[in-house]
């Protein structure tokens, strides 16, 4: 009796398993570039995850186990998946296609798909938490959508130049976006976000992309403790309104035509303690009005500050030190006000913290540059070093040059050990020791 | 010595410019340096991509239409010699004057401009079969409201 | 040419006081731009206005160095007479150029050493300093290639004080007067016009080659802005490496060649 019902019940898992391969035959997106023919290749591997995404009740929760799902996916309602520890879901598709919906959770999983791993469409309140992508062709595109949180969501892209990869994560014509705590490597735009509204993108990581967060036609953002490195452009904010961009690291943005923080045509944005450094130019301002930048740290970049139509901008007590140019504008400048400067010559003999003669930040090599990109080759030669000594010498009375008046003297503790390096102090001693012998030697 | 330097170097140039002087070719796009002279961003939608040949064969490029436009209205047209813009079938370069343009807010371009070039009002209807558009004539490019600049 | 020669030649430059003025003031400045660097300014490998600074200590000092010692070398060679005898003797004037050439960077390596042992001599009472790699890789190039250009324009020149005059000659036209006049000329030219002159420039003048050099092998060819990109590209694959030599190598050989043949067509006249 009881075999007969083990044949029973193994007879009818197995004709669960025949049926999936009914259901992918139309999930394919419209804009793939996979060819369409391609099988999905289920050798003897049980693929059941629409399967069970259908059989799942509306707002109801799925576990997954722990090994590979292979195929893609559609979800239309709302659900929460939850992966547990090896859950992957290996498309040569994409692989999660979510629309028309609302409240879905995704959690814990590993994505491999050829196309895009999750699109989205029209879903209102999404939430994808510890998913690791590896990106092919892009990573997680949303469209018309609302209340999205993003949390530890890590994204990988292949080798090779970013000019041929996708974006990450793309967002665009939503509303509310979270992302926080996202590592992201070698691909296009880290964010892609065009024409969303109230953005908040916290303590993300973003390495070697071409831009890592470029946000366009998008209000109310706020972007914070974000490290930003080694990419083309860190921050790539353009067309947008309420911007508030603080304590982020943005560093090591310095391959061709590199750009730490660019701002292009926006409003009512307050940018203050964070650090730019070691990037071929720091910050690049563009026709941006009401903008505060302060409490900044520039060190050793290019290029600190260089600033077009952007006469309302404000620099108040930020600190610039090791940049090769402090700033280069057009006419129309910026304004400075009570900045520390590394290269600032001047004293305070009444010691109020302010220097007593003011600070010339551009000199006219870097209004050279501006003009003719090809002049970037003769970067502080020797005789360009020359002509920028000559130069701040004789600029009094030019109206274009940027000047602060009131330079902070304060220098920034650099805290470097006094101690002796006794391996080393021992070795240039023997070397000296044996210069000196050969010396007498050879008289 | 330096003056013979001088001669060299000022002969090199008149050499270099006397060079098709009448002949503005568009040049290829490159998308790992290019970058628009407008908005800075990378050119890596080539096939969206806009550049003007200077009378001194300079050559400007831009990521989009919209740029393009820009810029004209900021140097105008005089040093200009002549203006490509990528028609949206073959990839081709058009001389602007001569293509034809097709708007919607749906239309996705790089700057998100939402204008597309094509070879003849044919292929521009063509496309708008499937795309619902509007065609814009060239003389409204430079008047043409670019963009969703909403706080403008 | 025998070792003797050259540690001859070695000796009489050693006891020469403008040799050891010249060592003492480059120790001092070498020095102290890598204290501030060290001091001052927070660890990077980038290209800053530190990095910028000893590089240009570099490209500025050293050639100024060699072309004034070397050029004035060979001139007084030849106003005290010593050329002369040596004429007398069944020895070729290649050789004598060779064996100038070898004591000239025997001489500036051991400067440059003594220079460095200094430098870290002080650094090390804060803490150890380092030393970029690239500077000496910069100075061995610096010293093969100039060594060989003071040696040429040793043998133009008539005296001391003509030695002298032209070695500063071509050593301001080197380091300034050049780029400022493909400055001068971009501000009238068409950039792309402009793009090929730099181009023509970087292969036209040795310290800009070098100077070059240093953004190529430290792979930071992007600091110098798109307009290299073509031409940067060509020199990290490995043939552009082998040209890059190849180049490199032929300012020294036509150097030290035409100081031969100049040096030999005036003794037979003389």
Known sequence: MIKIIRIALISMCCALLMMPFQVFAHTHHQESPIPKAKPNVQTGEKNTLQKLIDATEPGGTLLLEGRTYRGTVIISKPITIKGSKDTKIASLDSAITISNTNNVVIEDLMIQAENIAIIGEKVDSLQLKNIQVEQRKAGIQLTNSSGITLKNVDITGEEGHFSTKGHAIAIYKSKGVQAADCDIWRVMDGFYLEQVDNITLKTNSIKEGRYAVHLMYSDNVEVTTNKLESNMTGLMIMVANNVSIYENQITKNNTLNSLGVYLYDDEDVDFHENLLSENTVAMSIENTQKMEVSNNEFSTNGTAIQAKKSETLQLVDNQFFGNILTMRTDQKGVQLHHNFYDDYAGKDYDGDGIGDTKYIATNSFGQWMVRKPVYQYFIETPSVVILNLMDTEVTDGDTAIQIDESPIVMKKNTSRDISINVWQLGCSLVVLIAILFARRKLR | ?152 | MSTQMILLEYKQLLRSRWIQIVTILFAIVFTAILMIQHLAMPDTTGFTRQTASLLNILLFLLPLFMLTIGSMNIASDKESGWLGLLRTYPLNMGNYVLTKYIAFCLVFSGIFLFVVTIAFLVGSFFGGIKLPLFAIGITAIIILIFNALSIFVGSIAKSRLHALALGLGVWSVVTLVWNYIVMAIGTITAEHVLQKIVILSIHMNPLEWIRYGYFVFSKQTAVLGPALYGVSKFYTSYVGFLFFLFISLMWIAFSLLGAKIILTIRGKRG
């Open chain 2, 1 to 152: 010595m330096k003056l013979w330097k001088w001669l060299c170097l000022l002969l090199f140039v008149f050499l270099l410019t006397a060079c098709g002087e009448k002949a503005y070719k568009p040049r290829e796009i490159n998308p790992e340096t290019d970058v628009c002279h407008i908005c800075n961003m990378s050119v890596t939608s080539i096939d969206y991509a806009a550049q003007v040949v200077l009378k001194n064969n300079d050559i400007v490029v831009f990521d989009d239409l919209g740029c393009l436009m820009e810029y004209i209205k900021q140097n105008g047209e005089q040093e200009i010699g002549a203006a490509y813009i990528r028609d949206m079938n073959s990839s081709n370069w058009l001389d602007i004057k001569d293509a034809s343009y097709v708007y919607s807010a749906d239309y996705w371009t790089p700057m998100n401009y939402g204008v597309l070039a094509f070879a003849s009002e044919q292929e521009a209807k063509e496309y708008m079969k499937e795309n619902p558009g509007e065609i814009v004539p060239y003389e409204n490019l430079l008047t043409f409201n670019w963009g969703v600049h909403e706080h403008e």
